[in-house]
């Protein structure tokens, strides 16, 4: 009776923590040989942040993030739009972090290690495909050296990000993941935070943008905090990119020069892009909703079922939620094919309404653009541009699609009651 893990990432080890937290035997199976910090910034929202606690993660996030403050909307010219309290501040009963993937991704890792030893993950097996049998299924899994092998367990998840094998063999005919025209260049650097010194900002707007937070504490000797960044230009029609990696290195000539005249008095942003130690591009992709995950006893989590654009700080908090989910089910169905059927049906509508609200520019930057298209980013007083009711039920509207709603989080009871077991 095992659960079987394809991919080790975000996704994967949440819901291997949550196998073992509820008792449910299971096994991860990642294709690199040795797991490493990768990555940039990212944000986890307070629905994933209360799931990590609901882990006994609380002490462990707060060495490697920071309690995100505030989130403010800029123009181009460097203008306040915006700007709203985030996590606690805002009334949440958890706070947003921000965090380096990498860093967090080693967490998980090594928690995981030590809570469920070092045998629950084998590192260098790919998974290749799977079987569903009259009482389980078979994951073909094949390493470095060329070797193959067979895995047979109750369950298998494919949580092997967006370019998922498991999910390849669901829809054969799907093809690489579809681009939107836009590259993202992504860089943290040293540097003292800016604003209250744990503000996250999204400045410009849908043709160029710019978003930053600290992902550190500041240094009390010298003041600076690892700070991540985000420049992203949308390319003319026709234009063509190369493949998404998230580990490619970027030239920072191919974009700086549409960031060069961004010197606010509160940020810099030429400044934090030529100080970075390392810059990486991504074309920004995504993957069209599907109508189903769950084939038979194969079910798909986090990326490889519900790749969104990344612009709306939740795809690492939601595959950790997708995690939680699937846990909650197992309790209530076992480990059968019905507790996949029950997450589905669950998360799959939900997940589909991101893809499609961010495909749309219907994510928080959505507020950018209005502001872009009625001013060309200059006003004297905001107000004269957009109200502060239409600011305020546009920011709500989408927290209530992404599942961030402040009263609705903290009314709902716990998704994997404390102590439940299988
Ligand atoms: C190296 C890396 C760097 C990233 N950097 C960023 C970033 O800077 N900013 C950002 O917003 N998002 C980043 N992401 C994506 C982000 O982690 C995910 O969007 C989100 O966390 C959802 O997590 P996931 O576990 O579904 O996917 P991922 O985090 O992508 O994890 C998928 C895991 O599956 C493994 N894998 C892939 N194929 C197979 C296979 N066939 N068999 C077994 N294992 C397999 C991968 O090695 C990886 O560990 C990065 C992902 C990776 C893998």
């Not at 997940?351 to 001013?375: F, Q, S």
Request: hydrophobic share 40%.
């Amino acid at each position: 009776m095992t659960v079987l893990i394809a991919g080790g990432g975000i996704a994967g080890l949440s819901l291997a923590l949550t196998c073992q937290q509820i008792g449910a035997p299971f096994k991860v199976f990642e294709s690199v040989k040795e797991v490493k910090p990768l990555g940039v910034g990212i944000n986890l929202q307070p629905s994933a942040v209360r799931e990590l606690f609901d882990l006994r993660l609380e002490q462990h996030l707060d060495k490697i993030g920071v309690r995100t403050r505030d989130y403010g909307m800029y123009t181009r010219t460097g203008l306040e739009i915006w700007t709203e309290p985030r996590g606690a501040w805002a009334g949440y009963g958890w706070p947003q972090y921000s965090v380096h993937r990498g860093m967090l991704h080693m967490m998980l890792y090594e928690r995981l290690l030590e809570r469920a030893g070092p045998n629950c993950v084998e590192t260098d097996w790919t998974a290749t495909g799977f079987e569903n049998k009259r009482k389980g299924a078979i994951l073909h899994l094949k390493n470095g050296a060329g070797e193959i092998r067979q895995e047979n367990g109750t369950l298998i998840l494919g949580a092997d990000g967006i370019h998922s094998a498991i999910r390849a063999q669901m829809v054969p005919d799907e093809g690489p993941p579809a681009w939107g025209g836009y590259v993202l260049w992504r860089g943290t650097t040293r540097a003292r935070p800016f604003l209250t010194g744990a503000s996250m900002v999204m400045v410009g707007y849908d043709a160029q943008r710019f978003v930053s937070y600290p992902i550190s504490a500041a240094d009390p000797a010298t003041g600076e905090a690892s700070i991540n960044w985000i420049a992203s230009i949308k390319l003319k029609q026709g234009d063509r990119w190369r493949k998404e990696d998230w580990n490619r290195l970027a030239r920072i000539e191919d974009f700086l020069p549409h960031f060069r005249d961004w010197r606010f008095d509160w940020l810099d942003v030429p400044d934090l892009i030529l100080s970075s130690e390392r810059v990486y591009e991504y074309p920004m992709v995504d993957r069209d909703p599907l109508d189903r995950w769950t084939f038979g006893r194969v079910s798909l989590i986090g990326d490889a079922a519900h790749a969104a654009y990344p612009v709306g700080s939740n795809g690492a908090g939601q595959a950790i939620v997708d995690a939680r989910k699937l846990g909650a089910a197992f309790l209530k169905h076992g480990l059968t094919s019905g507790a996949l059927q029950a997450y589905e049906d669950e998360m799959r509508p939900i997940t589909e309404k991101v893809i499609v609200t961010h495909r749309a520019g219907g994510g928080p930057d959505g507020i950018l653009d209005m502001v872009e298209e009625r001013c060309g980013g200059v006003f004297e007083r905001i107000e004269d541009v957009i109200s502060y009711r239409e600011l305020e039920e546009y920011a709500e509207k989408y927290k209530k699609t992404a599942g961030f709603s402040i009263a609705e989080l903290n009314a709902v009871p716990r998704i994997v009651p404390e102590g439940a077991r299988i």
